[in-house]
């Protein structure tokens, strides 16, 4: 039985649902000789700022029971070096870039949103407003008018597919996600990291350089697949579901629960190969309930 596992994003196809999520898998290059790239549905990279980011200081990534802490503070080398130094390979992946920004304004994601506009291999631009690992009073996804106001100025500066990533650090994901949509946001993508932290009860001190960081992992499911539900029945464009994906199972639940397309994330650091095998693991599943179009099951879960 021929299965078809093509989804649609906005102006964005996708051959499958598995992208990778932003930070997990660098810039695609890291990932050559471990992973099946040319497998994955779409690469989301590392998110990128107007200026070059040291990032946070060490200790940076910590193992936690049942995932990882991470406090990396968006260290990237700016806009211009990567488009310059980073794009040339990604280009030859032929797989769909999704392109994650973040700015300190929404002036600053307009001219984000305007460097990459014109680089044709970027299909999509992910805003990510809820990085809860950087110094910052407030998330601008945890403020209605704040997402608003950044959505309607990347949607001023690009013609390509918006996704805008949403947090979980907040009392109402769904009127925030209702904010994107209604700025003209074409997908969302939740949950990003809990804010979260680990004590050494030797030294007295946080395990995280940064004392804070962010939590992934399969301990964050059940509170991402919560907040998808929730935002799907909430709004009428695309959801991309992802935390603590670590298999296809995982992936079916997200995408019965509303997910037109998964970001695995965590994963990668455990297996490299996991989207590649998560998306052969999606189609395996299909076939044996004799499902031939993978839009028949999104947001199939039984009220």
Not at 159 to 173: A, R
């Amino acid at each position: 039985m021929k299965t078809s596992l093509k989804v649609k994003i906005g102006k964005l196809t996708l051959k499958n649902p598995v992208m990778t999520a932003s930070g997990t898998f660098g810039y695609g290059v890291e990932f050559e000789g471990l992973a099946g790239i040319k497998e994955l549905g779409a690469i989301v990279t590392k998110t990128i700022t107007l200026r070059a980011r040291a990032g946070n200081r060490p200790p940076r990534v910590i193992e936690t029971p049942s995932g990882m802490l991470n406090s990396i503070g968006l260290e990237n080398p700016g806009v211009d070096r990567f488009i310059k130094d980073k794009m040339p390979s990604l280009r030859r992946f032929k797989i769909p870039i999704v392109a994650s920004i973040a700015g300190e304004s929404a002036a600053e994601y307009k001219r984000l949103a305007g460097k990459l506009d014109g680089v044709k291999e970027i299909e999509a631009v992910e805003i990510n407003i809820s990085c809860p690992n950087i110094e910052t009073s407030k998330l601008f996804a945890q403020s209605e008018k704040s997402t608003k106001d950044i959505v309607e100025a990347v949607r001023s500066a690009t013609g390509k597919t918006i996704i805008t990533k949403l947090s979980p650090n907040v009392t109402d994901i769904t009127s925030i996600a209702r904010a994107a949509e209604s700025a003209g946001s074409h997908a969302l993508s939740l949950i990003n990291t809990l804010t979260a932290m680990a004590v050494d009860i030797e030294k007295k001190e946080s395990m995280l350089g940064n004392i804070t960081g962010g939590l992934s992992g399969p301990a964050v499911k059940p509170v991402a697949l919560a907040m998808v539900w929730k935002v799907y029945n909430a709004v009428k464009i695309p959801v991309i579901g992802m935390g603590g994906i670590m298999d296809w199972r995982d992936a079916v639940e997200f995408i019965l629960c509303g997910s037109t397309a998964v970001n695995v994330g965590t994963a990668n650091f455990v297996n490299p190969n996991a989207g590649a095998e998560i998306a052969e693991g999606i189609k395996k599943y299909l076939r044996k309930k004799k499902i031939k179009d993978i839009n028949d099951i999104i947001g199939g879960l039984r009220k």
